[in-house]
């Protein structure tokens, strides 16, 4: 299993969020996660990435207690969290420039018109598909995704679901909070509801 939770609970304060969740996400699998807002979809992202610890339970995502800050774990899972930010002054290239050389691979394309225009001035759309793009134009054995369908259009939704089936097909082990019904349809293995 690329992602095992064990008895997995989040509590804020007096409020349960979730508790005794048993998630196993095997290499090739997707899972989708939904539930109403606020119920605890970002916060369970978070504790698969580490930057959020639970409150009861264990976690192993690649075999490893989850850990943002260290560089292994970082090159081995890849997100589009909440909180996920772009450079403002740098365009897309120059972003996906980046990302490959870090990485040592050549780089991906995108956004063609777009695509040396500065990230400031993309629209909301077009920003998020960078991030989409930012997240898996790289190796990851682990994709994590917070609402990927957030202001995509009709195209930009039908181009994430290949996204995410594409993941799959690759060998990732994928787990998205997310409400984009041909996600859920079509390429989720199972759904928890939180
Ligand atoms: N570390 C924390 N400290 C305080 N409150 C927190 C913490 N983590 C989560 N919460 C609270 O827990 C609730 C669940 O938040 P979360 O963002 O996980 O929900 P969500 O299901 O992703 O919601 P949405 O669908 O609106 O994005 C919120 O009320 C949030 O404020």
């Known amino acids: 299993m690329l992602i095992e939770t064990r ?4 509590s804020v304060g007096e409020t349960e969020l979730f508790s ?7 290499a090739g699998e997707c899972v989708v996660v939904t539930g109403a807002n606020g119920v605890g979809k ?3 992202l978070r504790c698969l990435y580490g930057t959020q610890q639970p409150t009861s339970g264990t976690v192993l995502v690649c075999g490893m207690p989850p850990d943002e800050r260290t560089a292994s774990f970082r ?16 365009t897309p290239r120059q972003h996906l420039d980046l990302l490959a050389r870090s990485f040592g691979i050549p780089p991906a394309t995108g956004l063609d018109d777009r695509a040396d225009v500065p990230a400031a001035d993309l629209s909301a759309g077009q920003r998020r ?27 930009g939704r039908a181009w994430l679901t290949e996204l995410v089936d594409a ?13 984009h019904a041909a996600l859920v349809d079509e390429v989720a293995d199972y759904l928890v509801e939180l």
């Open 7 to 10: 008895g997995l609970g989040v």
């Open 20 to 26: 005794d969740l048993d998630l196993a996400v095997d």
């Open 42 to 44: 970002s916060t369970l």
């Open 75 to 90: 090159r081995r899972v890849s997100v589009l969290m909440d909180d996920s930010a772009l450079f403002d002054e740098l």
């Open 129 to 155: 598909r960078l991030l989409l793009l930012a997240a898996t134009a790289r190796p990851y054995e682990v994709l994590l995704l917070d609402e990927p369908e957030r202001a995509l259009d009709t195209a």
């Open 167 to 179: 993941a799959k097909a690759g060998g990732a082990a994928v787990v998205a909070a997310s409400h």
